[in-house]
């Protein structure tokens, strides 16, 4: 298995829709597997061992991921009331500094670990912080400990400068150990931290490196997030650019209302004044700040857009408080439409409230739950509770008061209903004529249902996976496409080629859709685009060289989430009654050891798709509440993603080789485990 740092398109990229257990190789799979083949990594080893599990990479945007660590464990000082400033320096080196005059990092022995000092336990111990009991911090971003010690691990020099107590303290550290004691320097009347760093080129590599303006933002949007700090900027001359100055400071006393008026300035608006308000609910249930306005002319390349944030920390993925969000604006709507008595009102949703609106919310709770440790995603449901009670009244009171601009938004609203049911009923009428009048390829068996919405076209191996397949469908909503064997590879084969091939075209013909710049989603006949091939490496390899010609061919359907991977078993095992199906050898062995423990059951292996009764492949791969698929995504920047595939599909094997060379160690320690 490839460095997860270097897997390719077709692992990594594999983000699953429902949850996917995979066990790793045991003693069943392995030979000469002893204690000795055991590791154990020792303090901040696992980060550096493998980064992309704590910083989702090693790309530019993991690398700046280390800096929102930093600056998040400082802002989270000044909500909760005890830093007012909070300085960002960008040095000509391109070390970064990010100080603070908050409290500063605890300096006194750890009752847990006398020998060190609380500040070399953030510092070097994972897990360890204030911020897990509450009660160093009602509400925070990052967690002392894991973020911090995080950017330890990976920085070839971090040093800490603490006044706090009276005195100056200061200790260094490269790659996640101490290089030097803890020393107080002498007495301060200061307080606060000040934390340096600079990223290790072992882990991010000699070219990758802070980009001021993309630090200038990220500093920028801090200062909006929370209107009691001030942020300081300053960039040495070296690293300036267009787009940044050598000094700046950011303080917004109007919060997110300044960051969308500052968005939306020179935009035509539908209401005069955004709706907008901060409300701090008592005891533990948190606080929300908000900013919604609504412009017909969109904004810039996107007609709308959501910004989140919870606890100052962005949540591009969004979560619990957007969906909060949506839910009151599209109620509150709905019934100032019933109080107005505009019967259209009842077909308002939630994506005809944001179709045209730019919308912030940002949220202070307790104890966040957030979708991985990079936190893009908000998974509290007490945020979308916390956003709903919060926002309710407002709402209702901000259309009550001004009755003219209510109007005019819900007419705005209920026009983006109307366009939004005209488009479905044109692509249905549209899809509908295709079906007559496109000559569809012979062995496509479609589906009957004439609305695009719900509908998956299902790749298939082969014709006898097809037979099977075809029956397990839902003839409504399924439709199967048998394919010949492996395609062309298009990443190798000349334009000629690739524009002859007669499976390819056949596929085209099947989606609706033109190739290259000419593609529309519109076109798209399907909602969901299924690769469903053999568990095994044949079956593996024709769904990459079918990635490869989804992503050279039609970027924007990968892009848009359309294109999925079934994940068809490879056992099946069963004990009387009782049967299981496991998708490879660790899965069977965990079944072995758990559900089938002290039992002899009976193990069959599918040798393809095509061996699998119809019922079976039914409940297993194809039946949308008991099977399990893995969408295709683009978990990093598409240049690198581009490179990757090219070394992997394209024609100069010695990029293979050098590839293999490179990551042969992993595949090795992967089999160790």
């Given amino acids: 298995m490839a460095n997860p740092a270097q897997a390719s398109l077709f692992d990594e990229a594999l983000a699953p829709v429902h949850p996917v257990s995979v066990m790793p190789l045991t003693s069943a799979t392995t030979s000469g597997y002893s204690a000795k083949d055991i590791e154990v990594l020792e303090g901040l080893e696992p980060v550096r061992k493998r980064p992309g599990m704590y910083i989702g990479g090693v790309d530019e945007r993991a690398l700046h991921h280390l800096f929102a660590e930093v600056l998040d464990n400082s802002m989270d000082e000044a909500v909760a009331g005890h830093a007012k400033i909070i300085e960002v320096i960008l040095d000509a080196d391109g070390s970064l500094t990010v100080k603070d005059d908050g409290r500063g990092m605890p300096v006194d022995a750890h009752p847990k670990f006398p020998r060190l000092s609380a500040l070399e336990v953030i510092m070097t111990v994972l897990h360890s912080g204030g911020k897990f009991s509450g009660k160093a911090y009602e509400t925070s971003g990052g967690l002392h400990?894991?973020?911090?010690?995080?950017?330890?691990?990976?920085?070839?020099?971090?040093?800490?400068?603490?006044?706090?107590?009276?005195?100056?303290?200061?200790?260094?550290?490269?790659?996640?150990?101490?290089?030097?004691?803890l020393d107080r320097i002498g007495p301060s009347r200061r307080h606060?931290?000040?934390?340096?760093f600079a990223p290790d080129p072992d882990i991010f590599g000699e070219?990758?490196?802070?980009?001021?303006?993309?630090?200038?933002?990220?500093?920028?949007?801090?200062?909006?997030?929370?209107?009691?700090?001030?942020?300081?900027?300053?960039?040495?001359?070296?690293?300036?650019?267009d787009q940044t100055a050598a000094q700046a400071v950011f303080k917004f006393p109007g919060g997110l209302a300044d960051f969308l008026a500052?968005?939306?300035?020179?935009?035509?608006?539908?209401?005069?004044?955004?709706?907008?308000?901060?409300?701090?609910?008592?005891?533990?249930?948190?606080?929300?700040?908000?900013?919604?306005?609504?412009?017909?002319?969109?904004?810039?390349?996107?007609?709308?857009?959501?910004?989140?944030?919870?606890?100052?920390?962005?949540?591009?993925?969004?979560?619990?408080?957007?969906?909060?969000?949506?839910?009151?604006?599209?109620?509150?709507?709905?019934?100032?439409?019933?109080l107005t008595n505009e019967k259209r009102g009842t077909l308002i949703t939630a994506d005809d409230v944001v179709a045209q609106a730019g919308a912030l919310i940002s949220v202070f709770v307790r104890n966040p739950e957030f979708q991985g440790q990079t936190k893009e995603r908000l998974s509290s449901i007490d945020a979308q509770r916390l956003v709903e009670?919060?926002?309710?009244?407002?709402?209702?009171?901000?259309?009550?008061?001004?009755?003219?601009?209510?109007?005019?938004?819900?007419?705005?609203?209920?026009?983006?209903?109307?366009?939004?049911?005209?488009?479905?009923?044109?692509?249905?009428?549209?899809?509908?004529?295709?079906?007559?009048?496109?000559?569809?390829?012979?062995?496509?068996?479609?589906?009957?249902?004439?609305?695009?919405?719900?509908?998956?076209?299902?790749?298939?191996?082969?014709?006898?996976?097809?037979?099977?397949?075809?029956?397990?469908?839902?003839?409504?909503?399924?439709?199967?496409?048998?394919?010949?064997?492996?395609?062309?590879?298009?990443?190798?084969?000349?334009?000629?080629?690739?524009?002859?091939?007669?499976?390819?075209?056949?596929?085209?013909?099947?989606?609706?859709?033109?190739?290259g710049a000419r593609y529309r989603e519109d076109d798209l006949r399907y909602e969901r685009i299924i690769i469903m091939t053999d568990a095994d490496v044949d079956g593996a390899h024709i769904a990459s060289l079918l990635i490869t010609f989804f992503w050279r061919t039609m970027?924007?359907?990968?892009?848009?989430?359309?294109?999925?991977?079934?994940?068809?078993?490879?056992?099946?095992?069963?004990?009387?009654?009782?049967?299981?199906?496991?998708?490879?050898?660790?899965?069977?062995?965990e079944l072995l050891a758990t559900?089938?423990?002290?039992?002899?059951?009976?193990?069959?292996?599918?040798?393809?798709?095509?061996?699998?009764?119809?019922?079976?492949?039914?409940?297993?791969?194809?039946?949308?509440?008991?099977?399990?698929?893995?969408?295709?995504?683009?978990p990093r920047s598409e240049e690198a993603v581009e490179d990757l595939v090219e070394a992997l599909m394209g024609r100069k094997p010695e990029l293979r080789f050098r590839f293999i060379q490179e990551n042969a160690e992993f595949a090795v320690a992967e089999l160790d485990v």
């Fill in 145 to 181: 400990g894991v973020g911090v010690s995080v950017v330890n691990a990976l920085s070839s020099a971090l040093s800490v400068t603490v006044h706090k107590d009276g005195y100056e303290w200061r200790q260094s550290f490269a790659r996640g150990k101490p290089t030097s004691t």
């Fill in 207 to 241: 070219d990758v490196a802070f980009r001021p303006a993309r630090l200038y933002r990220m500093a920028r949007s801090k200062a909006y997030l929370f209107r009691g700090v001030e942020i300081r900027w300053t960039c040495a001359p070296e690293r300036i650019t």
């Fill in 389 to 515: 009670a919060a926002l309710r009244d407002p709402f209702d009171h901000w259309l009550t008061a001004q009755p003219k601009s209510a109007g005019a938004l819900l007419a705005f609203v209920v026009d983006r209903a109307e366009e939004r049911l005209k488009r479905r009923k044109d692509k249905e009428v549209a899809r509908a004529s295709a079906t007559r009048k496109l000559r569809l390829p012979g062995k496509l068996a479609d589906c009957s249902g004439q609305a695009t919405d719900g509908t998956e076209l299902f790749i298939v191996e082969g014709d006898s996976a097809g037979g099977s397949a075809k029956q397990a469908r839902d003839r409504r909503t399924q439709a199967i496409l048998p394919l010949r064997g492996k395609i062309l590879n298009v990443a190798s084969a000349t334009a000629d080629k690739t524009g002859g091939n007669k499976e390819l075209s056949d596929l085209m013909l099947a989606l609706g859709v033109v190739g």
């Fill in 595 to 634: 559900v089938f423990k002290g039992k002899k059951p009976d193990i069959g292996r599918f040798k393809g798709l095509g061996e699998m009764m119809p019922a079976q492949l039914k409940v297993t791969t194809m039946d949308p509440k008991t099977r399990t698929l893995a969408r295709v995504s683009i």
């Fill in 555 to 589: 970027p924007d359907m990968v892009r848009g989430g359309k294109l999925y991977l079934a994940l068809p078993p490879l056992y099946r095992i069963s004990h009387g009654a009782l049967t299981e199906y496991a998708r490879d050898d660790g899965h069977k062995e």
């Fill in 192 to 196: 606060g931290t000040s934390l340096t």
């Fill in 262 to 338: 500052e968005t939306t300035e020179g935009l035509e608006t539908v209401t005069p004044e955004p709706f907008a308000g901060r409300i701090e609910r008592s005891g533990e249930a948190g606080a929300v700040e908000w900013a919604v306005t609504w412009t017909p002319a969109g904004f810039g390349e996107a007609d709308s857009f959501i910004r989140s944030y919870c606890n100052t920390v962005p949540t591009p993925e969004g979560g619990t408080h957007e969906a909060g969000l949506r839910a009151v604006l599209t109620r509150g709507l709905r019934a100032w439409a019933e």
